[in-house]
């Protein structure tokens, strides 16, 4: 048996399994970082929309992507979802979105009488993959 890591699916044996029963495996390209970052983002005021972060990567496809965030007012950390925001969806979304060229973080309050976010500090990890989304 060759060295590598071999990670089966529920089910399978990996010292057996074929390439497409296998969850993961050393034998095979797998997603390779284009780009992984750690920053800081302070609020000010009450904002309805604003964009928090803009990285232009011009890969030309939309790259498979993954956020997170922690803040210690409230205490809570969480996965960013990876969706449009349309009116009235939520009352206040932070998410990302990813285009050919671009990748955003993005804050949005549809409340009419938005929060006052004043000094509420969020710490964003991400990381951008060369491989697109699919």
């Known amino acids: 048996m060759p060295h590598g890591i071999k990670v089966a699916l529920p089910g399978f044996d ?41 990285i232009n990567h011009n890969l030309g496809y939309e790259p498979a992507c ?26 206040e979304s932070i998410f990302f979105e990813v285009t050919t060229t671009q990748f955003f973080i993005k804050y949005v309050s549809n409340d009419p009488s938005p929060t006052n976010r004043t000094g509420q500090t969020f710490v964003f990890d991400y990381t951008i993959w060369y491989d697109p989304a699919s």
């Open 14 to 54: 990996a010292t057996t399994a074929t390439v497409e029963q296998l969850a993961i495996t050393s034998e095979k390209s797998m997603l390779k970082q284009e780009r992984l970052g750690s920053f800081s983002y302070t609020f000010s005021g009450s904002p309805s929309a604003v964009t928090i972060l803009t």
């Open 66 to 91: 993954i956020v997170s965030y922690f803040t210690t007012s409230p205490d809570r950390g969480h996965m960013l979802p990876f969706f449009f925001v349309t009116g009235g969806f939520f009352d």
